[in-house]
């Protein structure tokens, strides 16, 4: 089993509607979780990072994390057709320096 | 110009062949990786390092090593490469305390 399981998608939205996107973990002792945001031919690029469970707005984008059922969440507001990538989780503990991902979520934003 | 850069950005070699992929970074970090990113599989570490003197092996590091020549540079290499390590490599820093990564624009690898 992987520590970090994500739906690989893809999952296809019109533009402007909420996109949900979900990460499931199992080591209890990650304590910092990201979104990494990757275009076709890029390199992934951070796109948000949270601590402790509860919610982080950035803009359009808000990061969920609920450590008690070990989930993360990405939600995407007002998505636009630029928001088309793929999407990757991470989880990350300080002891061992250990950054894991999942496998990523594919969305496409259709206009 | 780019935190992290790659080169070659593309490469097409022969089974056998070794060949070298490098990395440059700006971010001051001690901290290098270099992933490998498959359709459906994700990124999956190869090696890592943590300063100069440290090399550690990733979840599939074999068929690769690495050199870490300065603080801002960690190589990759493929002895002898194979048509199964066709793929799209990451080099990449990392802030070492939250684990923020910043990632290069990446290698496209075909082994024929």
């Known amino acids: 089993q992987k520590e970090v399981e994500q739906d690989p998608g893809p999952l296809s939205v019109p533009e402007g509607a909420i996109v949900s996107l979900n990460c499931t973990y199992s080591?209890?002792?990650?304590?910092?979780f990201m979104w990494y945001r990757q275009y076709s031919r890029k390199g992934p690029e951070l796109l948000m990072y949270t601590y402790s469970s509860g919610n982080k707005e950035d803009g359009r984008f808000t990061a969920q994390v609920d450590k008690s059922s070990k989930y993360i969440s990405l939600f995407i507001r007002d998505s636009q057709p630029s928001d088309s990538a793929t999407y990757l989780c991470?989880?990350?503990?300080?002891?061992?320096?250990?950054?894991?991902f999942g496998g990523g979520t594919r969305v496409l934003v259709k206009p | 110009d780019a935190d992290v850069t790659q080169t070659p950005r593309n490469r097409i070699t022969k089974t056998g062949k070794r060949i070298m992929l490098e990395c440059s970074q700006t971010k001051g970090h001690d901290r290098m990786y270099w992933y490998r990113q498959d359709p459906g599989l994700g990124l999956r570490l190869i090696y890592y390092?943590?300063?100069?003197?440290?090399?550690n092996k990733g979840e599939i590091s074999d068929g690769y090593s690495v050199s870490r020549q300065a603080q801002a540079k960690f190589s990759l290499s493929l002895e002898s490469a194979i048509p199964n390590q066709t793929a799209l490599y990451f080099c990449a820093t990392s802030d070492p305390e939250v684990g923020k990564a910043f990632f290069g624009q990446g290698t496209r690898l075909t082994v024929v």
């Open positions: 991470a989880a990350f503990k300080a002891a061992g320096n250990k950054l894991t």
């Open positions: 080591n209890s002792a990650f304590q910092y």
């Open positions: 390092s943590f300063d100069v003197k440290d090399i």
